[in-house]
């Protein structure tokens, strides 16, 4: 609550002077408002309220702050002494003439408001009278210029015929240069695909365009007119090189094929499109391409023969020949015993090998009904291979017909886990070779429905009946691209999952009203 502050006042029959004291509180915090009979000064934590006696004329007073002492200076607006300077009067009355006392100061104050407004739009509408009148007196200034140099012009113009008639009068015989001679200039505007002024077009997207169509615009009969063809073999390698950077595999295929259809003994460019057929996991494509660039020349310089022995490798095992892809592993050891990849290939391939070994014994005692020979064996190909997605998967469906929900789930959350993630070229310790024994997209989106509907089944088994509708409607999102008959298959046991729990609710509602 605030303290009320001390104050001393005088009178004369013209001013009211009062003098309060501020107690070292900054001036700069003192807070004064004033009314015709209301001065209020609140500086913390004191607080002077004064309901005056009589009325005073707001605008010539004035306060003035000096040595720690507010001087307020009131000017009456009659002049005549008070004899007190407070209203003594009734609550009421001290209350009523304090709200009209505060009408009256808002209302002078809407009224100053509008009378500046009327003032700037005055100021604002007066400057565009003399901004115009300024413009019109330029424009007039302009026209005098122009009138001024257009006479000028017509008097040396006339002034000129004058001195020529009168040349012409003392002489008939006036020189006249010979016609010239005509001339006939050819020209040709560079050769461009596209018919577009160069100023206007995109020549890079254009040459862009042509790389990437280059097959199609040969046998294009509309360009007939057009050559396309005589492109430097080089500058197409390059542009391939470009698309494979920015990850546009198709064009960069384009690319390089253009390329080796020019000059088909480019043996970095077999070894490009190779890589780019690599990446897209079409096995036949990198092997034609690695085979016939090592046909080419028996003096290929030990780097390109070396990858173009890994990309063949790899190229075997995506078709599963391990055997004709170790000994080519075996091979670029023999051009360089110190290989890092190639012996972190051959270490992997035979952990995969025996890996795989395991798998197909596993699978057999599957199919035989061995559950637990099955499982044992997938167990131990998995210690081999832990990311080997197909392990994971069958061993899964093996804990499912053991009914061991538990390890079912776990093994399909593995397996999800690991076909959510990309490649990881940043840490050199994973062989090359796992990236590219990764599913593709498809084969990837069917494991995923697989494992979805096998991690559904598990859950049903533990009564998560939610969890494994949720599982179902993902894995039905996801084979909506690939395979209707899976659409189909998953869709009827959505619709039978929904109805069991459809029953179990209403047999679940009157126990409950029970």
């Given amino acids: 609550m605030p303290l009320s502050s001390e104050y001393t006042w005088s009178e004369t029959t013209e001013t009211v002077t009062i003098l309060v004291p501020l107690k070292g509180v900054s001036h700069k915090t003192v807070d004064i408002s004033t009314t015709s009979s209301i001065i209020k000064i609140n500086f913390k934590p004191y607080l002077l309220d004064l309901n005056l006696y009589q009325n005073i004329i707001e605008d010539k007073s004035k306060a003035v702050f000096k040595d720690g002492v507010l001087n307020i200076s009131l000017v009456k607006e009659e002049c005549k002494l008070w004899g007190q300077l407070c209203f003594a009067g009734s609550k009421s009355e001290i209350i009523a003439r304090r709200k009209n006392a505060f009408q009256l100061r808002d209302a002078r104050t809407r009224q100053q408001t509008e009378k500046a407004a009327e003032r700037k739009v005055d100021e604002e509408r007066l400057m565009l009278r003399e901004h115009m009148a300024l413009e019109e007196k330029e424009r007039q200034r302009m026209d005098e210029i122009k009138d001024r140099e257009k006479k000028n012009a017509e008097d040396e113009m006339f002034d000129t015929f004058a001195s020529l008639n009168q040349t012409k009068a003392f002489s008939d015989d006036i020189y006249l240069p010979p016609v010239r001679e005509k001339v006939r200039l050819s020209f040709r505007h560079t050769p461009r695909l596209f018919k577009t002024p160069l100023r206007q077009s995109t020549k890079k997207q254009e040459e862009e365009f042509i790389v990437k169509n280059r097959s199609r615009l040969r046998d294009n009969a509309l360009l007939a007119d057009t050559d396309v063809g005589n492109v430097d073999p080089i500058w197409l390698t390059s542009k391939g090189d470009e698309f494979y950077k920015r990850g546009d595999i198709g064009s960069a295929i384009n690319a390089y094929s253009e390329a080796l259809h020019a000059d088909s003994t480019m043996i970095d460019t077999f070894l490009a499109r190779a890589t780019c057929y690599l990446d897209l996991r079409e096995a036949e494509p990198v092997i034609e391409d690695c085979l016939a660039a090592l046909k080419l020349s028996n003096s290929i310089e030990t780097r390109l023969k070396k990858k173009l022995l890994m990309r063949l490798g790899m190229a075997y095992c995506l078709r599963t020949e391990y055997d004709k892809a170790l000994e080519l592993f075996h091979s670029v050891l023999q051009l360089d015993k110190n290989d890092h990849d190639a012996l972190q290939h051959i270490r992997y391939l035979k952990t995969l090998m025996e890996a795989t070994e395991l798998k197909t014994k596993a699978d057999k005692h599957f199919s035989n009904g061995s559950l637990e020979e099955a499982k044992e064996n997938y ?136």
């Fill in 379 to 514: 167990t131990k190909a998995e210690k081999l291979d832990p990311g080997h997605i197909q392990v994971l998967m069958n061993r899964a469906a093996c804990h499912l017909a053991l009914r061991d929900s538990a390890a079912c789930l776990r093994d399909c959350n593995t397996a999800l886990t690991l076909l959510s993630q990309g490649k990881q070229k940043s840490d050199s310790s994973i062989c090359a070779l796992v990236d590219i024994l990764r599913p593709n997209n498809v084969l990837k989106r069917k494991c995923q429905v697989i494992l979805l509907c096998r991690r559904a089944a598990a859950k049903q088994l533990t009564d998560d009946l939610h969890g494994a509708l949720d599982d179902l409607e993902q894995a039905k999102s996801i084979a909506n691209d690939d395979d209707d008959a899976a659409v189909k298959s998953i869709a009827k046991e959505i619709e039978d999952l929904k109805a069991k729990m459809s029953s179990i609710d209403t047999h679940e509602t009157p126990q409950s009203k029970k």
